[in-house]
C-alpha cells in the first residue's frame, strides 16, 4: 500500500520539477529492533520515485557502521539530505505527519540552492567560528515544529558550522529522558542552550549565537 496519494505525488512532480541540483538521501537503517525503519524505508523510496533528480542510498548502520560514523550517526532510522556537499541536514524518525513537509521542503532547497532566510541571518551565520549542533524535538501530530525543524535546517545549509537534526520524540525517548522533554517543539542547542516553541528566525538566531558564545 502506497504512504503518499496520487493527488499528493501529482503535486510533488510538479514541485520536484523545480529542482536544478541532484538530491540524495542518505537513509541509514538496521533489519532487527527498528519499528518504523522499513515505512521510513518505504516512504523515501516513494519520494526519490517522482523525479530523476533524486537518489536513495541506503546503509545499514551496524554493517556500514563506518559510513555511519563519517556520517555522524548512531540510531536509526535516519535520513541525511544532501546535494553538492553533506549540509548537515539530519532527520531521526520517520518524517511523518507534519514533518513530511519539512523533508519535501529540505530538498527542493538542496535541490535547488536557495535558503529561505533573511539576508542578516544568513551573514551572521557564515561569520560563526564555533559549531553548533541543534537538536529539534518534535512529534508528528505537531503543527508547530515544521517552523522550527525548517528554521534549523535551513541554518545548516547556510553555515558549514551548523548540523541541525529532527528528532522524533515518540521513536527516542531515552533521549526526551535525557533532554527533559515536556513540550514539542523543544530545542536544544550544544547541550548548553534550550528553548521551546516556534519562534521567529531572529530569536532562533540570537539562541545559536548564545550557543556560541
Known sequence: MSLIGEKDREYLRKEFSKLSRPVRLVFFTQEFECASCRDAHQLLEEVTALSERIKLVVHDLVGDEEKAKSYGIDRVPAVVVEGERDYRIRFFGIPSGYEFPSLIEDIIDVGTGKVGLSNTTKDKLEKLKEAVHIQVFVTPSCPYCQRAVRTAHMM????TKVTADMVMANEFPHLVNRYGVMAVPKVILNESTSFEGAIPEEDFLS??????A
Open 156 to 159: 545548516a545549509m547556510a553555515s
Open 207 to 212: 539562541f545559536v549565537m548564545q550557543a556560541t
